[in-house]
């Protein structure tokens, strides 16, 4: 491991001039990802800045009716929190999804949609990667590319995200609060992530001194209507293959509001709201599901082993809509 210095910060605004007072450092708090990449050499920051004091460990009301999730708390606590089960089913059934119990009660969720990719050339330093060393050249491209991206890829990187949490959160339309030096602001969840284009080592739109305070889940939460189905090569402690967070408002057996993100297909969560937008006022029905999946992967493009993808991501949104659809209990 290479050497670095350490502090701990009390307070947002001591962490934001911390961060921006070093080149190259970087916040921790679980540390399940960041030091893992430090280990192998992938991630080198010259400082690190525990935020794990900070008090952004709660779980509150928001002013929109909806509820805010602070940074801090554990997915863990997040999944296990009475509101977020009985409001957010959705987010707690998709987080329980991801990586273990050991881990959960370690991950916060301001660091889980931040993990970084799990391409293994990205973890592999004597390989090239435009990720981890800008200008290198993708080794997956024309390498093994079984656990790669379909949809939104470019020739810089085929990549996919791998937070599970991220897909639920991308489906609830969640906001992101942030700060940094220049003060607070929102952005959608939908714009915390990029598509690689030709600056794949850019994971997100975040400054460099911005960091994420919470996020505020809207009041709609689907909680009649939902499910996160998650396709994997082994039933636990696996990431995505191909998954889909679904929520659905369903009134006197029409769709009102469909909303399907995918995971495991792109750099980011995957959302398509013209395709959602098909199932308005359409009773929910196999044939209708079919549209919606189909205008889903209608740009995807396979590699050279992943392929498959696109059939399975197809299969598995008509099978995520049939059970929501039917869901009406909380998990
Ligand atoms: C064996 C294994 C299996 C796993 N399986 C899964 C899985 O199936 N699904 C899944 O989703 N995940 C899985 N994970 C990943 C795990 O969920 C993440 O490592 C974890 O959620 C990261 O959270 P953290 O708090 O530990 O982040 P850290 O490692 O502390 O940080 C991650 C990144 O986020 C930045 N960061 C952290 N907090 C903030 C903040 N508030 N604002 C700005 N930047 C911040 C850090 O600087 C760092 O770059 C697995 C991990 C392991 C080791
Ligand atoms: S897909 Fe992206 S992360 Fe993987 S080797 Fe290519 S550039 Fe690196």
Redesign the pocket.
């Known amino acids: 491991m290479n050497p670095f210095t350490y502090t701990k910060a009390e307070n947002v605004a001591k962490a934001v001039d911390e961060i921006s007072s070093h080149s190259r450092a970087?916040?921790?708090?679980?540390?399940?990802?960041?030091?893992?990449?430090m280990k192998v050499n992938v991630?080198r920051?010259s400082h690190l800045v525990d935020?794990t004091h900070l008090d952004?460990d709660k779980i509150e009301e928001n002013a929109t009716g909806g509820l805010r999730l602070g940074?801090?708390v554990?997915?863990a606590d997040t999944a296990y929190h009475p509101e977020v089960k009985k409001r957010y089913p959705l987010l707690s059934k998709t987080?329980l999804?991801?990586?273990?119990a050991q881990?959960?009660n370690?991950?916060?969720?301001?660091?889980?949609p931040?993990?970084?990719t799990r391409c293994y050339y990205f973890y592999d330093t004597a390989t090239p990667c435009n990720k981890r060393e800008p200008g290198s050249g993708c080794s997956a491209i024309n390498g093994f590319n079984r656990i790669h991206a379909i949809l939104g890829t470019s020739e810089s990187c085929i990549a996919t995200h791998?937070?599970?949490?991220?897909v639920a959160l991308a489906a609830l339309e969640a906001q992101v609060l942030?700060s940094g030096k220049k003060g607070e602001r929102t952005l959608n969840f939908a714009d915390l992530h990029r598509l690689p284009g030709n600056t794949p080592e850019q994971d997100t739109n975040?400054a460099p001194d911005?960091?994420?305070?919470g996020y505020d889940l809207p009041a709609q939460g689907f909680a009649q209507h939902y499910t996160y189905l998650?396709i994997?090569d082994r039933e636990s402690?696996?990431?995505?293959l191909v998954s889909v967070a679904v929520g659905l408002a369903i009134e006197s057996g029409s769709i009102i509001t469909a909303r399907v993100a995918l995971g495991g297909v792109a750099h980011k969560p995957w959302r398509v709201p013209e395709a959602e937008a098909l199932l308005t006022g359409k009773t929910p029905t196999r044939e209708n599901f079919t549209l919606l999946a189909e205008a889903y992967l209608q740009r995807a493009q396979g590699y050279q082993h992943n392929t498959f993808k696109i059939e399975l991501a197809k299969q598995a949104i008509v099978r995520a809509l049939e059970q929501a659809s039917q869901t009406k209990a909380n998990p």
């Open positions: 970087k916040f921790i708090a679980g540390g399940t990802n960041l030091l893992d990449l991630m920051p935020i952004l940074a801090l554990t997915n987080i999804a991801g990586a273990s881990l959960r370690m991950a916060t969720n301001g660091g889980n931040l993990q970084r791998p937070s599970d949490m991220a942030v975040l911005e960091i994420i305070t998650k994997r402690y696996a990431f995505a």
